[in-house]
Nanobody
Framework: QVQLAESGGGLVQAGGSLRLSCAAS????????MGWFRQAPGKEREFVAA?????????YYANSVAGRFTISRDIAKNTMYLEMNGLKPDDTATYYC????????????????WGQGTQVTVSS
């Protein structure tokens, strides 16, 4: 059974940092594009960051997080990370990891696999 499991969320003060992890199981995601999305209460799910497969491994960020968040992946551990620095109250949301064989499907949220989400709360 293929699963994506997020961890690392929590409560942090504005300006603080968190590191989210997304552990994949059930298959290797080395050739998949993987990414992070978030959804705040009353808002639609939005794209945060994505990283291509081992052939490119190029990161891509939403404007709202560029320069503050860093996406990375450890192919050997089948795990993806999101390092979040300079957190703001507007970053408060449930964060989801996702995976898809195709870049365009991933960044438009048409993902084959989704995790259950981890809550990030940033206090002012």
């Amino acid at each position: 059974q293929v699963q994506l499991a997020e961890s690392g969320g929590g409560l942090v003060q504005a300006g603080g940092s968190l590191r989210l992890s997304c552990a994949a199981s059930g298959r290797s995601f080395g050739t998949y594009t993987m990414g992070w999305f978030r959804q705040a209460p009353g808002k639609e799910r939005e794209f945060v960051a994505a990283i291509t497969s081992t052939t490119g491994n190029n990161p891509y960020y939403a404007n709202s997080v560029a320069g503050r968040f860093t996406i990375s992946r450890d192919i050997a551990k089948n795990t993806m990370y999101l390092e979040m620095n300079g957190l703001k109250p507007d970053d408060t949301a449930t964060y989801y990891c996702a995976a898809d064989p195709y870049w365009n499907d991933l960044i438009t949220a048409k993902c084959l696999y989704w995790g259950q989400g981890t809550q990030v709360t940033v206090s002012s």
